[in-house]
């Protein structure tokens, strides 16, 4: 199965800060893949990269077999929906409105808007200023905006982050939703607890590495004591 997105061997450093060091992980389509990781443990970095918003110094990442930091680098863009880590929507404008911005900026028709509304639930506050949305409803209204252009892989980074445990449910159950429609998602987490049952595999990084990666079956066997799941240590190195 071709990949949709890959990092190649990529090491990709902030001055003196190593962030993500010689980490190789694919993404599948119709997979969810959780990225599980601490503070600073090089996810965000990871989607960084396959935006093409960051280079790496060593390595190569692909999205649909073109760099997205390169010269055809748009079009391998434009193939991801993503969700920022704590997005942040002008409250004066209502759901429609914020929909029809952000398909203005990405160069798509706003046919679809009141559709992606509605599949994430939110269609009949669609005329409402977002200031007066739950945190989930805005969470909810941030995967539709992810969702325009009908992108091939999603990317979620830290979309409970903040959030109370209702909106988590409410922002999970959306997730479950797009993957029971057979999207490829992304989504980076603190807690493997949240996404264990949710997703088809998991990739554990710490301090820039990747400690382990497979389905949850796989990684059973064995023990990351950084985040306390029992997973096998397959080419890794635990410190
Ligand atoms: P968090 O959960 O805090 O978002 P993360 O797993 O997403 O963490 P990254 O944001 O990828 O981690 O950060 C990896 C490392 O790189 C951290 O040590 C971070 O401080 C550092 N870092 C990230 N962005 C920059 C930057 N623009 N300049 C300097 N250092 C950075």
Redesign the pocket.
């Known amino acids: 199965m071709s990949a949709i997105a890959q990092w190649d061997g990529v090491t990709?450093r902030?001055?003196n800060?190593?962030?993500?060091q010689d980490v190789t992980l694919a993404l599948h389509p119709g997979e969810a893949t959780a990225?599980v990781?601490?503070?600073?443990?090089?996810?965000?970095?990871?989607?960084?990269l396959l935006l093409g918003l960051?280079r790496p110094e060593e390595g190569a990442v692909r999205v649909s077999g073109i760099d997205p930091a390169g010269a055809h680098g748009a079009d391998a863009r434009r193939a991801l929906g993503f969700l920022p880590?704590n997005v942040a929507f002008h409250g004066a404008m209502t759901g429609n409105e914020l929909m029809s911005f952000y398909a203005g900026l990405k160069g798509h028709s706003t046919k679809r808007n009141g559709e992606l509304l509605s599949l994430v639930g939110i269609a009949d506050a669609a005329g409402r200023r977002v200031s007066t949305y739950s945190k989930g409803m805005r969470q909810r209204l941030g995967i539709a905006q992810a969702l325009i252009g009908e992108p091939r892989l999603l990317l979620f980074?830290?979309p409970t982050?903040g959030l109370d445990p209702a909106s988590r449910i409410d922002v999970f159950n959306t997730i479950d939703m797009l993957r029971g429609s057979g999207a490829t998602v992304l989504v980076?987490t603190?807690a493997l607890a949240e996404v264990e049952n949710r997703v088809d595999r998991v990739a554990v990084?710490h301090?820039?590495r990747l400690l382990a990666a497979g389905t949850l079956e796989d990684l059973r066997e064995g023990v990351v004591p950084h985040v306390g799941l029992r997973v096998r240590l397959r080419n890794c190195d635990t410190e």
């Open positions: 990709k902030y001055g800060v190593l962030a993500v990225l990781g601490h503070n600073g443990a090089g996810k965000t970095t990871l989607i960084k960051i880590e980074d830290e982050s980076s603190h990084m301090r820039g």
